[in-house]
């Protein structure tokens, strides 16, 4: 964190000595990227020179919170963390049409283990782009892949306090790589986007596993009644309260080459390599406070999901394939109280079904909006059934409280 601090100071010591002003009423500096929907309620702490020749933002956000579990089989425990700990740049440089975006994460949850010869996961998103109109977002680095709803919402645009059981397994996350998405929302009419990708195909900050296969991801999204207020299709729940009937129909297809990870983007390495073919489908509807969303999401491959390892066979590890359902309900009141229902059901592929539990998942919450998502309290029990091919079953539960504040 000292370093944080330190970037800090001297960005703004930078600016000091470039006569940059900060005007914060003034000048809209909230940048809006499709590949990168971050949820703002203001302003940040912008900066643009005098001349206009450059432009940076800066934002935070943190979740904290309290956990009490209980595994079947096993003792109650507590559990307390920082669980998302984010600051975030943003920008243009030279002329407004070409911008940037860096996101570097710091909470051990969002930074994983450190483990002999990976890399360290900070770097979150680190991309630019080239917006040469409104219907344009052209983009190099690596940033969130057009995937599932869920997925492209920032954390902090969550309704309950972490995304669902088939968002983990079946997401194809971030990546490294171009991305083309054409825009067309208009506020009563109808609406529709084209977002496509060519990336890598290993996840985030992933080097010196070169290969010969990529991943080629498309999405399409069908607005109806036209745009969401506030760009409402990027965060949970009817908070702002939509005066007319909103609707968001989605489709995205992934296909990953060569994949070297468990779950394509993400997870443990596996043995030998397999082609992915992930399908997610997504619907969301808002009006007058209630919301209502569904989603599919399935991963198929080309071979079968279990490698060995050819030095050990008695050594095996295994892509998640199968297919899930989500379906969420929430209805948020007049004095900014959210009452929210969820349930989740997964089932795995038949290649890992003796090595992995169909699973189902019932959540429930009761969130108080402060400033909208940038500043809320949050409770959600859950309750989880896993079901083994053996016959057996466990059950799970966990009661949380977070908070979650940020500019």
Not at 177 to 192: R, V
Not at 338 to 354: C, L, M, P, T
Request: glycine share 8%.
């Amino acid at each position: 964190m000292k370093k944080v601090a330190l970037l800090c100071t001297l960005l703004l010591s930078i600016s000091m000595h470039s006569q940059v002003s900060i005007e914060p009423t003034k000048n809209d500096n909230d940048i809006k990227l499709s590949a990168l929907p971050y949820y703002s309620f203001g302003k940040g702490i912008g900066m643009t020179s005098p001349d206009s020749l450059f432009q940076l933002n800066i934002r935070f956000r943190m979740q904290n919170r309290v956990t009490y579990l209980k595994q079947d089989g096993e003792n109650g425990a507590y559990d307390g963390q920082v669980r998302r700990l984010r600051l975030r740049f943003d920008g243009y440089v030279g002329n407004p049409k070409f911008l940037y975006a860096v996101q570097l994460s710091f909470a051990p949850g969002d930074v994983g283990e450190i483990k002999d010869g990976e890399n360290i996961n900070i770097i979150r998103d680190a991309v630019v782009f080239y917006r040469p109109n409104k219907n344009w977002n052209i983009s190099f680095g690596q940033t969130k892949l057009p995937g599932n709803r869920q997925r492209v919402n920032s954390s902090g645009g969550l309704q309950l306090t972490d995304r669902t059981i088939n968002n983990a397994k079946f997401t194809i996350d971030r990546d490294f790589g171009f991305q083309i998405h054409h825009l067309n929302e208009y506020k009563d009419a109808f609406s529709y986007n084209f977002k496509t990708a060519i990336s890598g195909g290993e996840g985030r900050n992933q080097t010196g596993k070169a290969d010969d296969g990529i991943a080629v991801t498309g999405k399409v999204e069908l607005l109806p009644f036209g745009a969401f207020t506030k760009d409402g299709t990027y965060f949970e729940g009817d908070i702002l309260r939509e005066k007319k009937p909103k609707l968001l129909l989605s489709g995205a297809f992934q296909q990953n080459n060569h994949a070297q990870r468990t779950q394509g983007q993400l997870g443990n390495d596996l043995f030998e390599r397999r082609t992915m073919k992930s399908v997610m489908l997504d619907a969301m509807f808002k009006y007058s406070g209630w919301a209502a969303m569904m989603s599919y999401m399935s991963r198929t491959t080309n071979e079968n999901a279990v490698t060995f390892n050819p030095a050990d066979l008695t050594q095996s590890n295994y892509a998640f394939v199968g297919n899930g359902f989500d379906y969420q309900l929430s209805y948020s009141t007049r004095t900014n109280y959210e009452f929210i229902g969820r349930y989740s059901i997964q089932k795995v592929g038949n290649d890992i079904r003796a090595l992995a539990p169909n699973t189902k998942e019932y959540s429930v919450g009761i969130t108080k909006y402060i400033w909208e998502h940038s500043f809320k309290l949050q409770s959600e029990l859950t309750f989880d059934t896993l079901d083994f091919a053996n016959g057996t079953s466990k059950n799970n539960w966990y009661l949380r409280f977070q908070v979650e504040i940020g500019i």
